[in-house]
């Protein structure tokens, strides 16, 4: 999986965590998905990164295919899952379907469509009361620190411009910051650790490319910046939500 994961209980401190429990938290926020799908619906998910909730849904009775525009990752998804119907392409430049699907699924993939466009795109492809699925994380402004993400009043309006409302919504900020606080605690206490001893090991025994670089990387290292992955910061800045979309009632 390519997401944040979900902690039902999130831990209070990062330390305490393991990579089963990050595996864990994977696959619950798969189960998120799955459980508001029924089997045998047919639905299909726009940007589906390596494949893994395809595959719980495929595993769940759904009808299920994918969008994705990366080679790799159409590559990985065919060897494992060749059953699997799947476009190579970006969402918006999906063609025609024979078909309307019962849901459409964004798992962290609509932050980079713009607005418009991917709206008029899930309105092509659902049934008249099909669903639309999102988890995604929101800004509350344009002066977040971390600028990826779509300004939640922005896509609050232009969902009610393109005819849709949200008929569940689920708040999991508290949920996934667990995700960034191991992330956080692995980049400061392993890996910004591990690239400083190696590049001075290095330069021990390259004395000529230590006078030329040494202050160059050391700088660089010195100069790594965290944001991306501050919690706190995510958390004033951000929302994390799991939609539940449908038309509007006219």
Known sequence: FLHFGYFENPPADAETMSMADMKKAM???AALLVSRVRR???VIELGCGMGGLLARLDAAGVEVCGVTPDKSQAA?????WPHIPLDNCKMEELGPKDEKFDVAIN?????YVDLVEGIKKIDQLLKPNGRWLMSDYFRFSEDA???SGHILADFEAALAE?????AERLDMTENVLPTLRFAHLLATNLALPIADFTAKKFFLRHAFFEYL???MVADRLKNVR???IDAEMFSRDKVYLLLSIVRRKK
Not at 107 to 111: A, G, L, N, R, V
Not at 162 to 166: A, D
Request: no cysteine.
């Open 145 to 147: 620190h971390n600028g």
């Open 40 to 42: 045998g619906e047919k």
């Open 162 to 166: 393109g005819g849709f409302e949200i």
């Open 226 to 228: 965290l944001g991306t």
């Open 213 to 215: 670089f040494a202050p």
């Open 107 to 111: 798992s962290e993939s609509f932050q």
């Open 76 to 80: 990985h998804i065919g060897k494992n």
């Open 27 to 29: 696959d619950d926020y």
